[in-house]
């Protein structure tokens, strides 16, 4: 099922490669969440269909296997377990994958996703693939905050933008990809990020979202116990937690400063106002630093327990004089 926000995106891309104008190299700079991998993978099945209508056909051979994830010709590359990072061996790996000649003929397609999560050394070797792409050969790098990427290497690529749809279009989605539910109030938690929204348990996202909102409030009124709280939070589903903490935070920083319009960038949580209003916007805005900071340490050796610990102790109002 093709999302309707993807239409424009996916027209000019058929386009193209009809054409024979299509690019060597696609950045595929997406809000997260909003179907940049899904119209990254949807692009390698359209180079590697070998149907005779409009392609991708769904139908073939080579789109049910790039659908699956079996064919030869199709290599995805992204971080490996537990890892945040894409390293310089997986991009030397592809590098000689792409230069062998396809198994049928066509195409090699690689996407990595998030390229974003390239280190500096691994940036490097994919900038020589792009530099000297073998023939028939399609990059898609699929991206949430490209300005982490040398600027030698988005010079190289052709850019495809999506945006995240207006929230009636990704539950009218949701519901026809997964039946009703709550999609709006997941999305709240989620932000607007239908694909993510689509791959999630909606009952379990909104019954955390909860737990972290109590747990939030609590801290910021000194009451209950935060290195209970922390331990609990840094065993289970941790990084959806981290998003309802930044949620909540954001919430703060937009109410505390009066909706002026200089913050209309920090998205609206779905938490509801608390208690307590006590913590300044500098204070705030560390702890959203934070956040994000934890966020994007999965693979640091981190005591996250003791982290999520120092989080709440700061949001206790008591401290504030």
């Known amino acids: 099922m093709i999302p309707d926000w993807l239409g424009e995106e996916i ?3 058929r386009a193209a490669y009809a054409a024979g104008r299509l690019a060597h190299a696609l950045l595929i700079h997406e809000a997260p969440g909003a179907g940049g991998e899904w119209l990254a993978g949807w692009t390698a099945r359209m180079v590697l269909c070998s149907g005779t209508a409009e392609k991708p ?7 049910q296997r790039a659908a699956q994830g079996q064919h ?16 310089i061996e997986q991009v030397r790996e592809l590098g000689a994958e792409l230069a062998l000649t396809a198994h049928q003929g066509g195409y090699k397609v690689g996407i990595l996703s998030p390229a974003d999560s390239l280190n500096r050394f691994a940036a490097n070797a994919l900038l020589k693939t792009l530099e000297e792409p073998p023939r028939n050969t399609l990059l898609i790098l699929v991206v949430s905050q490209p300005s982490r990427l040398p600027a ?16 009636a279009e990704a539950v009218k989605w ?7 539910g709550e999609w709006s ?14 791959a999630s348990d909606p009952a379990a996202v909104i019954e955390v979202a909860s737990e972290v909102r109590r747990g939030l409030e609590e801290a910021s009124s000194g009451a209950g116990d935060p290195v209970a709280t922390a331990e609990r939070w840094a065993r289970s589903e941790l990084p959806l937690r981290l998003i309802c903490v930044e949620n909540w935070l954001t919430d703060r920083i937009r109410r505390q400063a009066g909706g002026r319009a200089f913050f209309t960038e920090v998205r609206p949580g779905a938490h509801p106002r608390g208690p307590a209003e006590s913590l300044d916007l500098r204070e705030l ?8 900071e934890l966020k994007s340490s999965f693979d640091a050796p981190l005591n996250r327990g003791l982290a999520l610990e120092g989080l709440l102790r700061s949001l206790d109002v008591r401290r504030v004089t």
């Open 185 to 198: 109030r997941v999305l709240e938690v989620l932000g607007m990020a239908p694909m993510l929204a689509a």
């Open 57 to 63: 056909c769904g139908h073939c051979a080579p789109c």
């Open 11 to 13: 027209t000019r891309l």
């Open 285 to 292: 805005f560390g702890l959203l630093d934070a956040v994000r």
């Open 72 to 87: 030869p010709d199709l290599l995805a590359v992204a971080p490996q377990e537990s890892s945040t990072q894409i390293r």
């Open 174 to 180: 949701l519901e026809a990809r997964r039946g009703p």
């Open 152 to 167: 030698t290497l988005l010079s190289r690529c052709q850019r495809v933008r999506v945006r995240a749809p207006p929230p």
